[in-house]
T-cell receptor, first 112, second 114 residues
C-alpha cells in the first residue's frame, strides 16, 4: 500500500516568515494530494489539494508543489500569522482510489 | 447545514465491554471512513466504505467492525475493547468521484479503555 513520510515533525518559525512542510509518497499511481490543518481540539479540515496533472497550486498565502518524478510534494505558507499555528497533515490517494494515507503530521508553531 | 456527526464524543469503558460509536452524514456522500489518531502516528484508516453494503479494511482493522446498511450511517463497533484501542476516533465522508476527494471529518470521539 501507499506510504507517506512527512517532515519535519515540529516546525517553529517567526511570525511573518515562511514555513515549508515536505512529504514523500511511495505509490507512483497516487494522483491526489491534499493537505489538512488540525487546530488544537478540532477536527482536520482541508486547506488545499493538488492533482497529479498540476505542478503547483496557490490559494492566497498557501501553496502546494508536486514533483511526480521524485514523488514528493510540499506545503508553503508565506507571511505566517498566529492563526497558522496547528498540526498539518499531508496525504496521498493510493491506487485503490478509495482512501487517503496520511503522513504523521507537522506541528507548526508561530513565534510572536 | 452539511455535516458529519459522531456519538458519543467522549467514552470511558472497561476492557471487553462491547461498544458502538455512531457516525452520520447528511451530504449524500458515497464514501465513508473511520480513522484513529494517536500521538506521533497521525491519522490511520481503520475501515472504509465505498457505498451501501460495501466495506473494506484499512490499515489498522484489527479489533474493529463496521457496517453500512444505510448511505448516511457508518457505525464503528468494538466487540471486545482493549486498552490499546484507547484513542481519538474520527469518522469522515466524501464523494467517491470528482475533481476533489475532500473528506469531511466528524468532531471526533475520545475513547478510553481501562
Amino acid at each position: 500500500g501507499e506510504n507517506v513520510e512527512q517532515h519535519p515533525s515540529t516546525l517553529s518559525v517567526q511570525e511573518g516568515d515562511s514555513a515549508v512542510i515536505k512529504c514523500t509518497y511511495s505509490d507512483s499511481a497516487s494522483n491526489y494530494f491534499p493537505w489538512y490543518k488540525q487546530e488544537l481540539g478540532k477536527r482536520p479540515q482541508l486547506i488545499i489539494d493538488i492533482r497529479s496533472n498540476v505542478g503547483e497550486k496557490k490559494d492566497q498565502r498557501i501553496a502546494v508543489t508536486l514533483n511526480k518524478t521524485a514523488k514528493h510534494f510540499s506545503l508553503h505558507i508565506t507571511e505566517t500569522q498566529p492563526e497558522d499555528s496547528a498540526v498539518y497533515f499531508c496525504a496521498a490517494m493510493d491506487r485503490r482510489a478509495d482512501g487517503l494515507t496520511f503522513g504523521k503530521g507537522t506541528h507548526l508553531i508561530i513565534q510572536p | 447545514e452539511a455535516q458529519v456527526t459522531q456519538n458519543p464524543r467522549y467514552l470511558i469503558t472497561v476492557t471487553g465491554k462491547k461498544l458502538t460509536v455512531t457516525c452520520s452524514q447528511n451530504m449524500n456522500h458515497e464514501y465513508m471512513s473511520w480513522y484513529r489518531q494517536d500521538p506521533g502516528l497521525g491519522l490511520r484508516q481503520i475501515y472504509y466504505s465505498m457505498n451501501v453494503e460495501v466495506t473494506d479494511k484499512g490499515d489498522v482493522p484489527e479489533g474493529y467492525k463496521v457496517s453500512r446498511k444505510e448511505k448516511r450511517n457508518f457505525p464503528l463497533i468494538l466487540e471486545s475493547p482493549s486498552p490499546n484501542q484507547t484513542s481519538l476516533y474520527f469518522c469522515a465522508s466524501s464523494r467517491a468521484s470528482g475533481s476533489t476527494y475532500e473528506q469531511y471529518f466528524g468532531p471526533g470521539t475520545r475513547l478510553t479503555v481501562t
